[in-house]
């Protein structure tokens, strides 16, 4: 499966929420950050979201997995 292009963001990802729409209503393109960039020390990082923590790692096969 390849990585989608901004312009593939639409219908194909209606899983995920709706861009956010700017003054004059465009819609903005969701920040996508590669997993290298987050994870310069190693293969995880840790994230806090509303007073959680939450452990994002890459496993040998290529796959992020999200814990609590």
Known sequence: MS???????SVENASEPPAKTSVNNAPSLPKIVPFTELSRCGEEVWISHNGQLYRLRSTKQGKLILTK
Do not use: E, L
Request: charged share 30%; aromatic share 0%; hydrophobic share 15%.
């Open 3 to 9: 990585r989608p292009t901004p312009a593939d963001q």
